[in-house]
């Protein structure tokens, strides 16, 4: 059966036990199959090995589609100088109601106000996918939601609030296949 490569690893033994079923794992490009090549270390601006480059071979008759792609060390954050331990910190600094510059000092890094203002903005827009992807793994978080919504409810009724407050359609979103 075809298998899709992970995109991220979290340990060298992890990354070992992927080395050894590459040639059993699929192309995200090209989807064949039995062409991947292990093609060194991805590395960060100074140099810290930031992940594994992968290369579908097309070399010596080989089927593949010749293009490289890179799978990545879990702690870190694509295109991102900050590791997710920073990030983790800065997020756990707002869930305990700091400001977002409080937050940011914790993680002890140099801080930037262009940058704070792009990173609020980068969490805000993944917020939905998160969730999303979330609700997969803990059905609890449908109940966690209502239970947000009925704590910021300044009334009786949240929904009514919510539709006051917001200006907007509490059930605003049809799910994709089911329009009724
Ligand atoms: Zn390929």
Redesign the pocket.
Known sequence: MLKKIPRFFSSESQFQALHHKLKLLN??????TG?LNLHGFLYSYDNKPRGRRIF?SNRNKRK????SFSILLAWLLKNFRLTALDLWTFISGLINGLSKQASWIKTGLSISQSFLYCLSRRLKTNVPYIRTKLLGVAPSFLQETFILLKNSSLKNNPIWWFQEHFQDDFLKHRPKALVF
């Open positions: 192309c995200p490009f090209c989807r064949v062409c579908c593949g589609c010749g293009r």
